[in-house]
């Protein structure tokens, strides 16, 4: 993300029934090439704009069809987006558009939407779409006067329509447009972790690259690699501006090396499928900014793109992004890579530095040595990513000089003494297994002090990394009040948290979960599509997560929920009839799939069944229903790819901590770590990955159903409601704010870093 400044908060909530869109067009089209996701946002602007009173047109095949007009601009209605969360591309259409980049051609498209009274636009495209977007409202009065100089409209049109609101969305799977950090449908197609050689038109490979490439293939051959994976993006190119092939590389390799190698075009497995489940959510919350972005736009406010730094909404000005991204290519055109890679922001440059450190081992005379030796273990139950994190946390330690060691089984492992020294090769090929390789267990270490304090002991452990869930919090907190018993105990640990619940105190997200919402919402699509015919029906479905409601919710809102029932947000029985009599309204329309979800513990009494039956008691003649618990598959089977790159970020962040904290904590000859901020959970909060001492947690945490206190993503309940045709108030306080795309960025301090 190219650094944003922090903006000034108003602490006074703000609710969004004071933003009408009564009297208000909104039009929403799709540009460019089309992305994962594109739907998501669609559907989301389309009902939010229905929810607030406006009226709401798709433009279908992008600029295109609003050059067009006609039967291309239509009005929406609530239905006509129901079943599209799930569908991959884009249905709108979109298509590329020459006659937009002529004046001509968009004087017709102004025509098309003052003739509609339409004065805001919602734009989902790529960098081009949006520097077409931000063209057209700079020309918009001229284009007014232009029209009334044709006679094509009268004075009181060209007033009416007198400003043009224009909020982009990025949708493109490129990633490459500058001020925002994920773009939409990025998430489902973006997989460099874990490659043995990537290249990317920022990054052309010195010369003499092909040697040196070969060179390390054969060498992880030697090291019984079976499989290696070379990633080639779309415009690669060496350090003359030659362009890389996929081909070329192919031929390379089996020349020089003799490997069966075969190419396999990412182009359509990257655009076909469905979105993920991240990208669903992000266009969704992305969709419902845009609207309010618009509703809020007045004469002064620029033309904004909405976009999530970390995993805060922000609003960016539009021609600042546009300008950036202008930056860029020219840096490229004029082969200043490193001036490039700096554009585009600092997660892309963290991105990068982390895989080349983690892809390219050094040889040993080359590496500092350090003489700390450092233990890495799995805690609590198996969460997808876990793997990776191991890899990454190796990896970097090795890099740093440390002797790495693995702990299997947790700490149960750790106090039985099954311990031993874990090498860069050893984890080659784990990013992408799910699961835990090394082996993990629940037992909390309190009982068992004596043994794991003489396990550090024997093996001279200089610093811990738990990786692990609630029983790894509980874990580290343990260890760390009883470091005045035990000297053995005062040394630096760390915890990054990992499990699929997403319930730990101290952090927005775990590694682990993104899988879990992944393999809910594909089988809550997979059990939707079962439903044979036209026959209506609701699913009941339940979810994991403890008391922790955050799979149900935001799996909710993945799938396109009705209702989620979970325990932080009490029901009655009032609340129960309310929602079935809801679902039957609707289910008296078009739409014909229900979907309800229920966390495993929101309330004792309305189980699963109980919930069941009086769905079916009461949609009787209108729906019928059908249950379904869903439960271990939520684990997941291979790390998705936001828990790859989140796992490989957040550990490879988390052993250079111990580094430092090692440095700092070295006197007379020993490690000695007893203050508490040298036992810590490193988190992603809001937009940082934040170190913080786990005795600090303890006041944020509900140790009774194991939940944080506060939870963020609260937040998005009205959200799934409001996209459920739920009529709810909606605290836009936390929505994003304008800021600038800055070229100067935050520095990282030793408590926080940027994602
Ligand atoms: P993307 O939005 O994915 O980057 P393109 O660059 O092909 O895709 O742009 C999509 C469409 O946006 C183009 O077909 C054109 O209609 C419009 N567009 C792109 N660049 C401009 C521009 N500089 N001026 C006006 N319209 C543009």
Redesign the pocket.
Known sequence: MAGAAAPKRQDTRKFFENLSGAGKSIAVLT???DAQGMNGAVRAVVRMGIYVGAKVYFIHE??QGMVDGGDNIKEATWESVSSMLQVGGTVIGSA???E??NHEGRLKAAHNLVQRGITNLCVI????????AN?FREEWSGLLDELLQQGLIDEEASRRNSELHIVGMVG?IDNDFCGTDMTIGTDSAALACGADWVFIPEMPPEDGWEDSMCQKLSENRADKKRLNIIIVAEGAIDSHNKAITPDYIKELVVRCLGFDTRVTILGHVQRGGTPSAFDRILASRMGVEAVLALLEASTNTPACVVSLVGNQAVRLPLMECVQMTQEVQKAMDEKKFEEAVRLRGRSFENNLSTYRLLSHRKADSELPNSSFNVAVLNVGAPAAGMNAAVRSAVRVGITEGHKMFAVSDGFEGFYKGQIKEIKWGDVGGWTGQGGSLLGTKRTLPGKHLDKIAEQIRIHNINALLVIGGFEGYLGLLELSSARDKYSELCVPMVMVPATVSNNIPGSDLSIGSDTALNAITDTCDRIKQSASGTKRRVFIIETMGGYCGYLATVGGLAAGADTVYIYEEPFDIRDLQANVEHLTQKMKTSIQRGLVLRNENCNENFTTDFVYQLYTEEGRGVFDCRKNILGHMQQGGAPSPFDRNFSTKISAKAMQWITRTLKDSFKGGRVFANSEDTACLLGMRRRALVFQPVSQLRDETDFVHRIPKEQWWLKLRPLMKILAKYKTSYDVSDSGQLEHVTRVRPKESNTSATI
């Open positions: 540009s460019g090439g992008g600029y590329r558009c020459k937009f980049r495209g790529g960098d081009g779409s949006l520097t077409g063209l493109s």
